[in-house]
């Protein structure tokens, strides 16, 4: 699953931060929208291993000296997503 689950944040990734020349920004946010939803339906192990697999990630580009808003977008991805909920 570990693999599926970096195959999504890859997704949101590049839907995300891709320029408007690249994607459309309305079609970007009715994808991730759409992704959204879907999630909602995820089994309670689906949800844990993408929140876990969120974690790890932002983790590892932080690390690696990567670009930290993609790294904080990531950290931020379960709550975005409304996996987990909003503790500010």
């Not at 839907?15 to 459309?24: H, K, P, R, T, V």
């Amino acid at each position: 699953m570990e693999y599926l689950c970096k195959s999504l944040i890859a997704a949101y990734v590049f839907l995300e931060f891709s320029g408007d020349d690249l994607i459309d920004p309305d079609a970007a946010v009715k994808a991730m929208e759409a992704m959204t939803a879907e999630l909602q339906s995820s089994s309670a192990e689906e949800k844990e291993a993408l929140i876990q697999t969120c974690a790890q990630e932002a983790a590892a580009l932080r690390s690696a000296s990567h670009d930290e808003q993609i790294a904080q977008f990531i950290a931020d991805l379960p709550q975005a997503t409304g996996l987990i909920e909003y503790d500010g």
